[in-house]
C-alpha cells in the first residue's frame, strides 16, 4: 500500500466545510483512495472512496487531483458530530481485508 | 444483521494470562481481520484471513494467534499477556468486490 501523509489535526466551524487533505505521491495505478472516520474511539466507519474520478455520496465528497498523488476530503456542512479521526487510505481494492491505517486527521468542529 | 460483534467489551489480565478475544460475524463475508489500537495512533493489522482455514500475519503479529474455523468466526488468542500488549483490539470484515471493512465496537484489553 502507497504510503499516506494527513495534518494531524484541523479545526472548522459547525456548517461550514471542512476540506481534509491527504498526500500521496507514490500511489500506484491500480491503487484506491479510501477514508474512513473513527468517532470517539468506536470502530472505524467508511466515508467513501475512488481511483481518478471525483466521487460523492450522501456523506461527503472526494477530490482526486488529476495526476493522483493528493486528495481532498470534503465534508460540505460539517456538524459537531462530524468531529472525530479521518484516516485516508490508499490500497488496491484486493486488499479489503488489509488496510494500513495511519494516524489520521483529527477534525474538531467547533461551534 | 448484527454486523461485527466482540466480546468481552473490557478486560483486565495480569501479565503472563492468556485469553481469547472473540469476534464474530453474521454477513457470510469471507475476510476478516484484527487490528489493534494504542492510545493516540492509528489501528495497526495484528492478523487478517481471507477464508476459512486461511490465515496470515499483519504487521504485528508477534504475541497472538488465530485460527479460522468457521466463515463466521474469527478468534485472536493471547497466549501469554504482556503490558505492550493493552490496546484496544478491532475485528473488521469485508467481501471481495466489497470496498468497505465493517468493523466491531472494540475491546478494551489492559494488561497489569
Known amino acids: 500500500d502507497a504510503k499516506t501523509t494527513q495534518p494531524p489535526s484541523m479545526d472548522c466551524a459547525e456548517g461550514r466545510a471542512a476540506n481534509l487533505p491527504c498526500n500521496h505521491s507514490?500511489?500506484?495505478?491500480?491503487?484506491?483512495v479510501y477514508w474512513y472516520r473513527q468517532i470517539h474511539s468506536q470502530g472505524p466507519q467508511y466515508i467513501i472512496h475512488?481511483?481518478?474520478n471525483n466521487e460523492t455520496n450522501e456523506m461527503a465528497s472526494l477530490i482526486i487531483t488529476e495526476d493522483r498523488k493528493s486528495s481532498t476530503l470534503i465534508l460540505p456542512h460539517a456538524t459537531l458530530r462530524d468531529t472525530a479521526v479521518y484516516y485516508c487510505?490508499?490500497?488496491?481494492?484486493?486488499?479489503?481485508?488489509?488496510?494500513?491505517f495511519g494516524d489520521g486527521t483529527t477534525l474538531t468542529v467547533k461551534p | 444483521n448484527a454486523g461485527v460483534t466482540q466480546t468481552p467489551k473490557f478486560q483486565v489480565l495480569k501479565t503472563g494470562q492468556s485469553m481469547t478475544l472473540q469476534c464474530a460475524q453474521d454477513?457470510?463475508?469471507?475476510?476478516m481481520s484484527w487490528y489493534r489500537q494504542d492510545p493516540g495512533m492509528g489501528l495497526r493489522l495484528i492478523h487478517y484471513?481471507?477464508?476459512?482455514?486461511?490465515?496470515d500475519q499483519g504487521e504485528v503479529p508477534n504475541g497472538y494467534n488465530v485460527s479460522r474455523s468457521t466463515t463466521e468466526d474469527f478468534p485472536l488468542r493471547l497466549l501469554s499477556a504482556a503490558p505492550s500488549q493493552t490496546s484496544v483490539y478491532f475485528c473488521?470484515?469485508?467481501?471481495?468486490?466489497?470496498?468497505?471493512?465493517?468493523f466491531g465496537p472494540g475491546t478494551r484489553l489492559l494488561v497489569l
Open positions: 473488521a470484515s469485508t467481501q471481495p468486490g466489497v470496498e468497505t471493512q465493517y
Open positions: 507514490t500511489i500506484s495505478g491500480n491503487e484506491y
Open positions: 475512488g481511483l481518478k
Open positions: 487510505i490508499v490500497r488496491v481494492n484486493t486488499n479489503a481485508g488489509k488496510s494500513t
Open positions: 454477513m457470510n463475508h469471507e475476510y
Open positions: 484471513s481471507v477464508g476459512a482455514g486461511i490465515t
